[in-house]
Structure formats: C-alpha cells, structure tokens
C-alpha cells in the first residue's frame, strides 16, 4: 500500500491471518543491505523447550503412532489455512515444522520458496 517493495516471503506470511497456532507469524522486518532480517514471532515469543520437527525425531529415532498423526493432522490444518489465503508453502519438510516441545504445538514455519495458489499447473520445482 504505501509504494515499497518486499520479499515474496514477508508478502506471502502477511497474507496469513495472525492469530492461527499452526503458522508462525510475522511481526516485522527490515532489509540490511542485500540481506534480510525478519524478526518472527518464534524468534520473541520462541517456547523455551521448542525443537524442529528433524531434530525432535533423530532425537527420538522415532514417533508413536499416535503422536505422528496428531502432528500430522496439525500440519495438514497449517496447510489448508495457507491455502485458505491463497498462500502455497512448497517446501513441507521436517526442518520447516517448529514444536513446542511443552504443548506439542507444531508450527510451519520458513515461505521461503512459497508462492500465491494458483489455478493452473505448477511448473517449476521448488524446495
């Protein structure tokens, strides 16, 4: 609105709505150079006992099944809110899924090779 330009990936987290559990959220960010800091929401309000999803595993060397589904059932819920606000993540992957580690809240995290839902085929990998 006010004429400057940003990252895809601060546009694509603003289309996010706040207020969701499952998506990390964008408080601001500032450009230094060619370089770009993002102050997240997980980087000030970060749980204590909070891990990403690749760690926690190789950790444990495995899930429950149990647990496995509530986490997985948790990123699916991410995933259509994304998509909901016409925002598409393309890189689901373990390190890209922050747990709090206390109420076993997963949240995606990293739009870095995200893109706007379109209707018409994807053509280029990402990821």
Same mark, same amino acid.
């Given at each position: 609105?006010? @004429?400057?330009?940003?990252?895809? /990936? +601060? !546009?694509?987290?603003?289309? !996010? ?5 499952g ?12 370089? +770009?800091?993002?102050? *997240?929401?997980?980087?000030? /309000? =970060? ?8 760690h ?10 149990e647990e %496995?589904r /509530?986490?997985f =059932?948790? !990123?699916l819920?991410? !995933? =259509? ?6 925002? *598409?993540? =393309? ?7 922050? *747990?709090?580690? %206390?109420? @076993?809240? %997963? ?6 090779? @995200? ?5 018409? %085929? ?5 990821g």
């Amino acid at each position: 609105p006010d @004429g400057t330009s940003a990252p895809l /990936e +601060i !546009v694509l987290l603003a289309k !996010v709505p706040t207020g969701f559990p499952g998506v990390l959220q964008l408080l601001e960010w500032l450009e230094v150079s060619k370089d +770009i800091l993002m102050v *997240l929401y997980w980087m000030l /309000e =970060r749980p204590e006992h909070s891990q990403d999803l690749q760690h926690f595993i190789g950790a444990r060397g495995f899930l429950p099944e149990e647990e %496995a589904r /509530e986490l997985f =059932r948790q !990123v699916l819920e991410a !995933v =259509r809110h994304c998509t909901s606000c016409g925002v *598409l993540h =393309r890189d689901i992957k373990p390190e890209n899924i922050l *747990l709090d580690l %206390a109420t @076993g809240q %997963a949240k995606l995290i990293d739009f870095g090779c @995200g893109t706007y839902l379109q209707e018409t %085929a994807y053509t280029h990998f990402a990821g």
